[in-house]
């Protein structure tokens, strides 16, 4: 039972540069989510999808690209990376939504632009 | 604006006892508890989706009161293992752009 899970774990960049961050969860969830986490921020929202192809903004879009043509993967792209962006980076996945349903989180990728 | 959880910090000795809250600017529709540990993931605890419901898992009990647009979570007879930062979850939608919420988390650490 492999779950959820996240590549790559660790990942360095360059400022400019394009990224995908990628996410496959096992379980046939409907929903999916990508966070990022960082000192003083806590986890906000990037962007989640209900389905494959149905997919919404969150909190903190900008900067980022996502794209859900299959139920059990969800990457997430940063089109052209800021060091801003250097943050650690959860996918999450629930059966339901997420106001009723538990949230099962990825191991997580650790990001940093240089 | 998230959720704002208190306190910030805290630490006890195996055995005794804490409690954590979490308090909203809006009205909350259901809460979420999770438990972070250092370099790991989020782990969900418990969800409470009716106001006043109260939830146990093991040692651990979480009540929601609606009016007062707070939860608290009761941590009972601690373990070293509950060592970790607790964060509370929740959503709502602002002109049609949903949010998932978490709180400012709090830190707990649990000494032998």
């Known amino acids: 039972d492999a779950g959820i899970t996240q590549s790559p774990r660790y990942k360095i960049t360059e400022t400019g540069r394009q990224v995908t961050l990628m996410c496959h969860q096992t379980?046939?969830?409907?929903?999916m989510f990508w966070y990022r986490q960082d000192l003083g921020h806590g986890l906000r929202l990037i962007y989640y999808?209900?389905?494959?192809?149905?997919?919404d903004k969150g909190e903190v879009p900008d900067g980022y690209v996502v794209s859900r043509s299959k139920t059990e993967n969800f990457p997430l792209t940063l089109e052209s990376a800021t060091r801003s962006q250097t943050s650690v980076y959860f996918c999450?996945?629930?059966?339901?939504?997420?106001?009723?349903?538990?949230?099962?989180f990825g191991p997580g990728t650790r990001l940093t632009v240089l | 604006q998230q959720p704002v959880q208190s306190p910030q910090a805290v630490i006890l000795r195996e055995g005794e006892d804490a409690v954590i809250n979490c308090s909203s600017s809006?009205?909350?529709?259901?809460v979420h508890w999770y438990r972070q540990k250092h370099g790991e993931a989020p782990v969900f605890l418990m969800i409470?989706?009716?106001?006043?419901e109260q939830k146990g898992h093991e040692k651990i009990s979480a009540s929601f009161n609606e009016k007062k647009q707070q939860s608290s979570l009761y941590l009972t007879a601690s373990q070293l293992s509950y060592s970790g930062t607790y964060f509370c979850?929740?959503?709502?939608?602002?002109?049609?752009?949903?949010?998932?919420?978490f709180g400012t988390g709090t830190r707990l650490k649990v000494l032998a």
């Open positions: 409470l989706l009716k106001g006043g």
């Open positions: 999808s209900a389905a494959a192809d149905i997919t």
């Open positions: 379980w046939s969830h409907s929903y």
């Open positions: 999450a996945s629930s059966l339901t939504g997420p106001g009723t349903d538990t949230q099962y």
């Open positions: 809006k009205a909350l529709y259901s």
């Open positions: 979850g929740t959503e709502e939608t602002t002109s049609g752009t949903y949010k998932y919420i």
